[in-house]
Each structure stands twice: as structure tokens, then as C-alpha cells.
């Protein structure tokens, strides 16, 4: 390792400027025709006219500022330290009181924090230090940058050098350091200077590689070397020691940064590691971290656009500079998220998702428009470029957008189409999701079946065998809350067990991580299915759950449990809204056991085989009838939802070996709809379902007729 470094910077630091010699700029993911098509659409069109309005008062903001750039000497802190250490939300940026100070406000601004630089979880100071003085100089600088370009006014160019020379003369005297107060290389994401982690460091990075390629051919050659050799070189030789984390999402960041670099520098050694390095390389990412139906292996949406933004820049950058190959498979990545929109075009909160609009990730679809022509794209578009939330209030995993996002890069002239994406059921076996949908328009009903099947579980996998999340009456009803903020108590808490899922508990413990899988897919006289199946979630423990949408009111959910020895069962399900309808039971005394604590007003109802209760969401009662083969407790309560949001929560309850329970959840809020009958005595039983005039049989095995 050691041996390798030492060749590495003998490598870097040897090499000369090739680009100095060249005619042509040098270029990384903006060419010179992507300035020429800038010029023109900011002409033409008043999309692209307020883009730019916006980067160019930014630049012209910065350029009369002549005052000297006094950067701090220490690095960033984490952002998901950012919250309220009592409450666990995210805090609110406050006054600033000199010297790399500020306030720190709670949300409802009734509490100050102060930063305490000596305890990193409690270094807020650190988290602004990244995302308000050294994030803003990235963002001055591109600005500045582009302006110069598109204007050829000095007065830009000027400013932009000086902030780069600013952290030509200060950056390596920023120390290492990383996310959990030392300075190990090896930890799980590694140091950084500017932030506590290489991957921090690779974003801010990237940010300013793209800047800096604006003007680079406009810098002197001293001033070139300088910013290679003490500010870029010195990043990037520390963000290729760190921990080789292969195929992750992080690792796509590393390889966007030292590529990107490379390409800017003429230096093939950086681009080939970035490019080919086995096992973690753009080329090995693209290989071997999607699922064939081209979704990010971790199955959290929010993630499969934190990994594909820097795989497109690498892709694109490698593109201009002549090596095209990458950008074919990107098509696939873009037409993923597309398969598991819900009907108001949110994705799902899968694993460690945040709410994810898809017309406000409008940039990616901007750009696959202009490489792909997909007209599929087109909604989003249309919807994104009325999106008046602005990228970047978007404050959520993925948000690395920049004010300058792909949207004025890519964007043309489109025709205008629907502003849906139409729904249908799809099965995607080699992924672990099933979509069951039926209806239309207001009426349609979407369920997305849960089944993980990737042995290769990454970091952002929650342990939710069978989880599922139910859209209707143009909302989510059943919900899975994602995550919050990685430093709140929450995440660990409530976020990553199993009981935050709609899924199930045996003795209040968390599922392992193991393989689920689809046992059948299809649609029964207009009915939607999916049967799915975990046999080790846990040890001695077989699950099979069936969805069926039996009619336009009423979603089915089948589950079937048989465990090897008596086992404490905690069927799980949270539905949004305000509780409409339950029994009144006894106060429940709530466990001190990870996940359970989180519940608050938790009552139990005694064994019965049939419960019911309702939720009001935005006017509508929507109900859910438990029907089971053995009297269950029920426990209620209110559990976390997405962003905190005080969600009702359920729990069917049974000890012993063998369980059989028919949910089904009525959106018309009837309470008394839903018969059933166990057909055989198998330990998972055959059901004769009936709904009326409807009449069915659920086979465990996977059929129904
Ligand atoms: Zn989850």
C-alpha cells in the first residue's frame, strides 16, 4: 500500500500539462458546443432565461465583492449531524457570530444551540463550515465561471481565480479528518479536508472541477501547476487512499473526482483508475451495481440518484474526451425510476429514501431527453420545468444539485405531453419489486410489492422482508417512512428495524438480512396479484404473503407464518392519516426495545379473530379489516412517518406456531366486507375469499383461481 502511494505521487507530480499545448479547451462535461447552445436557448427561451438569470446574479454577486477570500482552516463537519439533539429534526441555520460561529435554531426556533468543536456529533459550526462557506465558494466559482464564459467579461474571470488561488494556498493546511472525530483512512468513508469524508470531498470536488474546467485554459500555466499540484493532486491522491468501499454508491463519487481530474489534468494514470480500477472502477459500477431492470442494487430510490449523477459526469467527461462507451447503459438507470412512480410521480421510501418528486430530479431527465430522445421522459420534464420548489430546495439525500444542475446544460425545445406517467403492473423478479395497478386517473390504485433478492445488501438496506407501500384516493396510505437524518435517534431507533415497516416481527427483534423472492405475478378475472415469500428473515420462521387488488375498493393482503417454535408474531402496518375508527383498548406499556420505543399512545385489544379500525386521510375513511385464523391481540399506536409525521400504527399479535391473516384494506371505509374460510388443513392453508358476489381461492403456493 504503502510502496503504491509513494509511485502514485511520484506519477502525479511528474507529469506535465498536456492541455497547455493544445488548441482546444480542455474539457470535462461542458464542451465548447454545450457554451454555444447555452448562448442561444438563453435567448430563445424563458425557461433557460431565468436559469441563467439566477447563475448570472450569483456571479455578479461575487465579482463585486473585492474583499480577500479568508477561508477556515478546518475542515466540515458531517451534515447528518445537523439536528436537534433533543427532538431529532434537522436544525436551522442561525446568526452568525464571527470566527467560523454561528446560532444553531430547532425548528420551531423556541431553542439556540452553540457548537462544541470537541464533540463531533455536536460540531455544528463544522456542518455550516462545509455547506455555507466552502459549498458557496464552489458555487461562486461556477458561476463566475460560466459567466465568463458566456459574457467574456474579465471582471468574472478575475474573481473565479482568486478563490481558486485561495484554496491553492490553504488547502492542504485544512487537516484530515473524518466523520467520527479522528483521522482514519480506513474508517467506512474514509477523511476528508473540506468535509469529514472522502465522499463529502468528492462532491465538493466535482463541483469545483466543473468550474474550474470553464477557465482553466484561460489560467497561466504557473497558475494551472499551482492548483494541480497543491490544491487537486493533494485531494485526490487522499480520496484514492481511503477505504476501497467497490461497488457502492459512494465509490461512484471517488471515481467522478479523480477522473474528473484526470481529464482536466491530462493525467492517464488518475483517468484509467477512475475508469478501470477492478472492483470499484465507472466501468465495474455499471457492470455489476445495477439490477437487470437497471435500478441501483440497494433498491433505495433516493440512492439510485446519488450513485447515477456522478456516473453521468465521469461517462459524459470520458464522452468528450473521446471515450464513449459508457454512455449507452445510462438510458436504462434514467428509464428505472420510471417503472416505480407512484401515480402523483413520488417514489416510494424504500431503504434509506427521502421523499423523492421525480419532476424535481427534472435535471437527469433533462439531460437523458437530449441524449435518448425518450419521450417518456417528457412528463417529468414538463412537470419539472413548472416545479416552482427549485432543485435545490429539495433538501434530501440526492441533493447535490447545484444552482446549476443539468437543466440548462440539456434542455431543449419539447413538445408538451400528459403530465403523468401512465401505471401499470410490471414484475421485476431480478430486482424484488412487484407493482400491482388497476383503475385510472383519481381512481387508480398502485402497490408496490417489496422482496429483496440481492444478497449483496448495502448500507442502505432496511431489514423489511415483505414490506409494501399502498398508493390511492391520490395518496399514500400504506407508508414506509424512509429515513430521517442519519445523526438523528430515529434512524438507527425506528428508520432501520423492522417494526417501522410494514412487515413482520417474531420476538420483537429485527429481521436478518436475507433473501426474499416472487412466487407468482399476474391478474385473476381483472384482479391483480403478487405472491411473495421470505423463508429467512428468520431462522425457522416461513413467510408468504399474497396482494391482491380485488376490486376498485378494496386491496387484499394475505399473510401466512408458520415458525418451527412458539414465536411471539407482530404482524406490522402503519397507515397514514388520523385514527377514525378503533376499539378502545387497555394502555399498552410500551417496550424498551429498539423500534418499539419509538411508539407513543399505545393501547392493546384483547384476542379477537376479527378486528377492525379506520383512518381519516384528507377526507377519506379508509379501513382495514384483520381477519385471522387464531384470536390476536391488536395493538395501536402512533408510530414515526415520513418526515416525523405522526402516523397510526397497528400491530396483529399472536404467540404460537402457525398464523393465517386476511387484511384487507377498504377505501370506501366499509367494515364489514370481507369473509373468509381456510379450504384445508395444510400448515399454510388454502383460502376461499369472499367479497360479496366475489368468490376466489388463494393457494399459498402462488395461484389463485
Ligand atoms: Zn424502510
Known amino acids: 500500500m504503502k510502496a503504491y502511494s509513494i509511485l502514485f505521487v511520484s506519477l502525479i507530480f511528474g507529469c506535465f500539462i498536456s492541455t497547455a499545448q493544445t488548441a482546444q479547451r480542455a474539457t470535462l462535461n461542458i464542451t465548447n458546443a454545450d457554451i454555444d447552445n447555452i448562448k442561444i436557448k438563453v435567448t430563445q427561451y424563458d425557461w433557460a432565461m431565468s436559469r441563467w438569470a439566477k447563475i448570472k446574479l450569483l456571479a455578479d454577486e461575487a465579482q463585486k465583492d473585492h474583499t480577500p477570500i479568508d477561508l477556515p482552516l478546518r475542515g466540515g463537519n458531517w451534515g447528518h449531524y445537523y439536528v436537534d439533539p433533543e427532538e431529532g429534526k434537522p436544525l436551522i441555520p442561525g446568526k452568525y457570530l464571527g470566527n467560523w460561529h454561528w446560532e444553531h435554531y430547532n425548528q420551531s426556533h423556541t431553542k439556540t444551540y452553540y457548537g462544541d468543536e470537541t464533540k463531533i456529533s455536536k460540531d455544528y459550526d463544522g456542518v455550516l463550515i462545509l455547506t455555507q462557506i ?8 461556477f458561476a463566475l465561471s460560466l459567466a465568463y464564459r458566456i459574457d467574456h467579461n ?23 479528518h473524518d466523520k467520527e472525530g479522528g483521522h482514519d483512512f480506513n474508517a467506512g468513508t474514509g477523511v476528508g479536508r473540506i468535509g469529514a469524508q472522502a465522499l463529502d470531498e468528492s462532491v465538493w470536488l466535482v463541483k469545483i472541477l466543473q468550474a474550474i474546467s470553464l477557465i ?19 485531494a485526490v491522491d487522499m480520496i484514492r487512499k481511503c477505504h476501497d468501499l467497490g461497488i457502492q454508491n459512494i465509490s461512484n463519487w471517488y471515481n467522478a473526482a479523480v477522473g474528473m481530474t484526470g481529464y482536466l489534468t491530462g493525467n492517464d494514470s488518475l483517468i484509467q483508475w477512475a475508469l478501470y480500477e477492478n472492483g470499484r472502477g465507472l466501468k465495474y459500477q455499471i457492470a455489476e451495481g445495477f439490477t437487470p431492470d437497471g435500478d441501483w442494487y440497494e433498491n433505495a430510490p433516493s440512492y439510485h440518484f446519488y450513485a447515477l449523477k456522478p456516473i453521468i459526469l465521469l461517462a459524459e467527461t470520458a464522452k468528450n474526451n473521446g471515450e464513449i462507451k459508457f454512455i449507452a447503459s445510462i438510458k436504462k438507470f434514467l428509464d428505472a425510476p420510471l417503472q416505480l412512480t407512484m401515480p402523483d410521480m413520488q417514489m416510494p421510501r424504500f431503504n434509506d429514501s427521502r421523499d423523492l418528486y421525480l419532476p424535481a430530479y427534472n435535471g437527469y431527465y433533462e439531460y437523458g431527453y437530449a441524449r435518448f430522445k425518450n419521450e417518456n421522459y417528457l412528463p417529468i420534464i414538463n412537470k419539472g420545468r413548472q416545479y416552482k420548489g427549485g432543485v435545490e430546495k429539495v433538501v434530501k439525500i440526492g441533493n447535490n444539485f447545484d444552482p446549476f444542475d443539468f437543466t440548462l446544460l440539456y434542455s431543449v425545445a419539447i413538445p408538451q405531453k400528459e403530465t403523468s406517467i401512465p401505471s401499470h403492473s410490471l414484475h421485476m423478479p431480478l430486482t424484488g419489486f412487484d407493482v400491482l395497478s388497476s383503475g385510472k386517473g383519481k381512481e387508480t390504485i398502485w402497490l408496490a410489492s417489496k422482496y429483496d433478492i440481492n444478497p449483496n445488501h448495502g448500507w442502505h438496506m432496511h431489514p423489511d422482508a415483505l414490506d409494501f407501500v399502498l398508493f390511492a384516493k391520490g395518496q399514500q396510505i400504506s407508508m414506509d417512512p424512509g429515513t430521517a437524518e442519519y445523526g438523528a435517534p430515529s434512524h438507527v431507533g425506528w428508520d432501520k428495524t423492522t417494526i417501522a415497516h410494514n412487515s413482520l416481527v417474531i420476538n420483537q427483534t429485527n429481521q436478518n438480512f436475507k433473501n426474499d423472492k416472487s412466487i407468482s405475478f399476474g391478474k385473476f378475472n381483472g384482479m391483480p396479484y403478487s405472491f411473495v ?7 425457522g420462521v416461513s413467510h408468504t404473503r399474497a396482494y391482491v387488488i380485488a376490486d376498485s375498493s378494496t386491496i387484499l393482503i394475505a399473510d401466512w407464518i408458520n415458525a418451527d417454535a412458539v414465536s411471539l408474531m407482530d404482524i406490522s402496518y402503519h397507515q397514514r392519516g388520523s385514527w377514525q375508527f378503533k376499539q378502545d383498548g387497555k394502555k399498552w406499556e410500551i417496550p424498551d426495545i429498539l423500534g418499539y420505543k419509538f411508539l407513543k399512545d399505545a393501547e392493546i385489544i384483547l384476542p379477537q379473530s376479527k378486528h377492525v379500525f379506520s383512518t381519516n386521510i384528507k377526507e377519506n375513511e379508509i379501513a382495514v379489516e384483520a381477519l385471522s385464523s387464531k384470536p390476536v391481540e391488536l395493538i395501536t399506536a402512533i408510530g414515526l412517518g415520513q418526515d416525523f409525521e405522526p402516523t397510526p400504527y397497528a400491530i396483529a399479535r399472536y404467540k404460537g406456531k402457525e398464523l393465517f391473516v386476511l387484511w384487507s384494506i377498504n377505501l370506501d371505509g366499509s367494515k364489514d366486507k370481507v369473509q373468509y374460510e381456510l379450504i384445508d388443513k395444510n400448515s399454510k392453508p388454502k383460502v376461499k375469499v369472499v367479497i360479496g358476489k366475489k368468490i376466489f381461492y388463494l393457494d399459498p403456493t402462488g395461484t389463485i383461481n
Open 134 to 141: 466552502h459549498d458557496h465558494w464552489a458555487n461562486k466559482l
Open 154 to 176: 474579465k471582471i468574472y474571470l478575475q474573481r473565479a481565480i482568486e478563490i481558486i488561488e485561495a484554496y491553492n494556498k490553504n488547502y492542504t493546511k485544512i487537516p484530515f
Open 216 to 234: 482553466w485554459d484561460d489560467l497561466t500555466v504557473q497558475q494551472r501547476l499551482e492548483t494541480q499540484n497543491s490544491f487537486l493532486y493533494p
Open 533 to 539: 415469500k421470505t423463508d429467512s428473515a428468520y431462522v
